[in-house]
């Protein structure tokens, strides 16, 4: 059964030099229970992609498309309708734990927000609940780092405290934007750890730069560039068997693969170019790459690519 299904979703936003259309035309499924990666350069539209399901893009955002929510589009409810799904339904740990933790509140204040507004219980036993969520993100002391504020964490304590906050009324659908961004390699390694095992019983959208991370905890891979998905599919194929030279190009830009360099840099998302959007930086570009923007291909029940090679 699917939990999320997005259909032909387009994302943008005005601006003097005019439209940036950070994602477009994006059709994605999660399945209840599964764990997609969403991999791409910086700039690519990740980011926006989650923002738009959560709803928390700036109001002069321009929309269209369908985002269903076991069964229900998203895009159509109400502010207040869709206030009661966040926390509750749909969490989200945002990106930047620095910056998204209030600093004049303490974390267990922090935690207990969403309880005290989705489950209904009084502050005390709402605090009692962030200590307890705080003990289960592996944060010592728990008691007593519940009162303290968001400076006197260190990056990756904030980092699981961002997760506690995301899955304090239990939701059944998680997006987990950059979580390891910034974080040292030990700290890194314990924080995808955790989150290895939010997947287990979550459905998640995993939202990372970080290919190894996502190998580790991913079921399916999206891989986005220049606001559209160019590949999808299951996490070992697309890995070891990749169809978009782009791609090829990623995984090529690990270190345990010679950390070659994809050439150039990717279009402006305000000019987007005709044709294949990749081709000026392709090894593969052919003539009609410029002429005609390639269609998403089926190649086999678990893969899909966006690329005229298959044609």
């Given at each position: 059964?699917d939990i999320?299904?997005?259909?032909?979703?387009n994302?943008?936003?005005p601006t003097?030099?005019?439209?940036?259309?950070a994602?477009?035309?994006?059709?994605?499924?999660?399945?209840?229970g599964?764990c997609?990666?969403?991999?791409?350069?910086?700039?690519?539209?990740?980011?926006?992609?989650?923002?738009?399901?959560?709803r928390l893009?700036?109001?002069?955002?321009?929309?269209?498309g369908?985002?269903?929510?076991?069964?229900?589009?998203?895009?159509?409810?109400?502010?207040?309708?869709?206030?009661?799904?966040?926390?509750?339904?749909?969490?989200?740990?945002?990106q930047?734990?620095t910056?998204?933790?209030?600093?004049v509140?303490?974390?267990?204040?922090?935690?207990?927000?969403?309880?005290?507004?989705?489950?209904?219980?009084?502050?005390?036993?709402?605090?009692?609940?962030?200590?307890?969520?705080?003990?289960?993100v592996?944060?010592k002391?728990?008691?007593v780092?519940?009162?303290?504020?968001?400076?006197?964490?260190?990056?990756g304590?904030?980092e699981?405290?961002?997760?506690?906050?995301?899955?304090?009324?239990?939701p059944?659908?998680v997006?987990?934007?950059?979580?390891?961004?910034?974080?040292?390699?030990?700290?890194?390694?314990?924080?995808?750890?955790?989150?290895?095992e939010v997947?287990?019983?979550?459905?998640?959208?995993?939202?990372?730069h970080?290919?190894?991370?996502?190998?580790?905890?991913?079921?399916t891979?999206?891989?986005m560039?220049?606001g559209?998905?160019?590949?999808?599919?299951d996490?070992?194929?697309?890995?070891s068997?990749?169809?978009?030279?782009?791609?090829?190009?990623?995984?090529n830009?690990?270190?345990?693969r010679?950390?070659i360099?994809?050439?150039g840099?990717?279009?402006s998302?305000?000019?987007?170019?005709?044709?294949?959007?990749?081709?000026e930086?392709c090894?593969?570009s052919?003539?009609?790459?410029?002429?005609?923007?390639?269609?998403m291909?089926?190649?086999?029940?678990?893969?899909?690519?966006r690329c005229h090679?298959?044609d």
């Open positions: 059964m999320i299904r997005i259909k032909n979703l994302a943008g936003f003097k030099r005019g439209l940036v259309r994602a477009t035309s994006v059709d994605l499924t999660i399945r209840e599964e997609l990666g969403l991999i791409g350069e910086s700039g690519c539209g990740k980011t926006v992609l989650g923002m738009t399901i959560m893009l700036q109001p002069n955002t321009i929309i269209s369908e985002i269903f929510y076991k069964g229900q589009n998203l895009l159509a409810l109400k502010e207040e309708e869709m206030r009661k799904l966040r926390g509750k339904e749909l969490g989200m740990i945002l930047n734990s910056t998204s933790l209030n600093p509140l303490s974390v267990g204040d922090q935690i207990a927000e969403g309880i005290i507004l989705h489950e209904g219980l009084r502050k005390k036993e709402a605090r009692e609940k962030a200590t307890e969520l705080l003990e289960k592996q944060i002391n728990a008691a780092m519940s009162k303290r504020y968001p400076h006197e964490f260190s990056g304590m904030r699981r405290a961002m997760i506690a906050i995301a899955l304090a009324c239990s059944s659908f997006i987990a934007d950059e979580p390891t961004t910034g974080l040292d390699n030990r700290t890194m390694k314990g924080v995808i750890s955790l989150l290895a997947a287990k019983s979550k459905s998640m959208l995993f939202i990372t970080d290919l190894a991370a996502a190998s580790e905890i991913c079921d891979i999206a891989v560039y220049a559209e998905i160019v590949e999808w599919g996490v070992d194929e697309v890995f068997a990749p169809l978009h030279p782009y791609t090829s190009g990623l995984l830009s690990l270190p345990e010679g950390f360099a994809i050439p840099s990717s279009p998302l305000i000019d987007l170019p005709g044709g294949c959007r990749f081709k930086r090894a593969c052919e003539e009609r790459c410029a002429r005609a923007h390639p269609l291909k089926e190649i086999s029940s678990s893969h899909k690519v090679r298959y």
